[in-house]
C-alpha cells in the first residue's frame, strides 16, 4: 500500500466503524430502551470489541447523544435549501416524500426520537429550545412568504410543519400496529408510493396547492 493511502483508508475504516456503532445503538436503544442497552450489547451488534466502542464514544450517555444528533441530522437535511422564491407545491412535495423515505427506511430513529420526547425530552431540551425552534420559525417565515404571495392558502405555518412530522412519523413509531392490521410482515414499494401519495393530496390539497 502507497504510503499517501494509509491514512485516508484508515479514515474510511473509521467512518464505517462509526456508522455501524451508530447503527447498532439505534436498533439497541429501541428495542431496550436506554437502561436496558449495554455497551457490550452495542458493541456485539457492532461486531467489534467493546474497547473500540469506548474509542469512538466515551460512554453510553454521549452514544445515546450522538444517535440523538444523527437522527435529528437526517431530518433536518431533508429540507434545507427551501426558500421565498421557492413553488411551495414542490417543496412541501419533496419533504413530505423525503420524511416517508426516512421513516421507512430507519424506524427505530423516529421510535428513539418519539420516546424521547414522551418521557419530556431529557437529553433535548436545549436543542428543542435552541436549534428546533429558530429551524421551525425559519421555514414558518418562508411558508408566510409564500402565503402573502398568494402561492397557497392562508394556513398556520407552525401547524402545518407538525402536521408533516406526525403523519409521515406515524409510518415508523406505529408501524407494528399498521402492519398487523394490514396483514403485512413489511412495508413493500406500492405501500411506501401509496403514502406518499394520499399524504400529499390531503395536505398539500389543504393547502389549496396542485397535487
Known amino acids: 500500500m502507497d504510503i499517501a493511502e494509509a491514512p485516508q483508508k484508515t479514515g474510511k475504516i473509521r467512518a464505517q466503524n462509526r456508522k455501524n456503532i451508530l447503527a447498532a445503538a439505534e436498533d439497541s436503544f429501541v428495542k431496550n430502551g436506554f437502561k436496558g442497552t449495554s455497551m457490550q450489547s452495542i458493541a456485539d451488534a457492532a461486531g467489534l470489541p467493546k474497547a473500540n466502542v469506548l474509542y469512538y464514544f466515551k460512554s453510553k450517555q454521549a452514544l445515546y447523544l450522538a444517535v440523538l444528533d444523527e437522527i435529528i441530522n437526517r431530518w433536518d437535511e431533508t429540507i434545507e435549501d427551501m426558500s421565498e422564491g421557492d413553488d411551495p407545491a414542490e417543496v412541501l412535495r419533496a419533504y413530505i416524500c423525503a420524511k416517508v423515505d426516512l421513516a421507512i427506511q430507519y424506524p427505530s430513529a423516529s421510535k428513539i426520537f418519539a420516546l424521547e420526547i414522551i418521557q419530556g425530552a431529557p437529553n433535548l431540551q ?9 429551524w421551525v420559525r425559519e421555514k414558518s ?3 408566510q412568504s409564500w402565503i402573502d404571495q398568494g402561492k397557497m392558502k392562508a394556513i398556520d ?33 406500492d405501500d411506501v408510493q401509496r403514502i406518499k401519495e394520499l399524504l400529499c393530496t390531503v395536505i398539500l390539497g389543504g393547502c389549496g396547492l396542485n397535487v
Open 126 to 134: 436545549e436543542h428543542l429550545r435552541t436549534n428546533l425552534r429558530t
Open 141 to 143: 417565515k418562508i411558508i
Open 157 to 189: 405555518p407552525e401547524h402545518l410543519i407538525f402536521m408533516i412530522w406526525s403523519t409521515t412519523q406515524h409510518y415508523a413509531d406505529f408501524d407494528a400496529q399498521i402492519l398487523t392490521v394490514t396483514n403485512k410482515l413489511e412495508y413493500d414499494d
